[in-house]
């Protein structure tokens, strides 16, 4: 399965971005889905998760009330809808698909993503 994330960008703090992740050669319908984040010289960070259905949710408490993410396994696609974004969200982020169990971990997460660059001023 591959991963192709997008919609990062430059955005001033306060402001909104709406990342995407386009999942190709299998259905989305098996995968749990997630996003995490890599700061320069720190390491990947888990940002949130989403179950098969989309009914099970896991944020980071660092995001909670601000990004929401979404799945449309019918368009094959994952959504992280980013509001109030702070200069410490800037980062790479990274969709993830795992095959099991929805988790925070990123070695569960088995396909990855090339990795979209976000990038919040102050």
């Known amino acids: 399965v591959q991963l192709q994330a997008s919609g990062g960008g430059l955005v001033q703090a306060g402001g909104s971005l709406r990342l995407s992740c386009v999942v190709s050669g299998r259905t989305l319908s098996p995968y749990v889905m997630g996003w995490f984040r890599q700061a320069p010289g720190k390491e990947r960070e888990f940002v949130v998760a989403?179950?098969?259905?989309?009914?099970?949710?896991l944020y980071a408490d660092s995001v909670t009330g601000r990004f929401t993410i979404s799945r449309d396994n019918a368009k094959n696609t994952v959504d992280l809808q980013m509001n109030s974004l702070k200069p410490e969200d800037t980062a790479v982020y990274y969709c993830?698909?795992?095959?099991?169990?929805?988790?925070?971990?990123?070695?569960?997460?088995?396909?990855w993503g090339q990795g979209t660059l976000v990038t919040v001023s102050s």
């Open positions: 993830a698909a795992a095959s099991e169990f929805i988790s925070r971990r990123p070695s569960d997460y088995g396909y």
């Open positions: 989403i179950n098969r259905s989309g009914g099970t949710k």
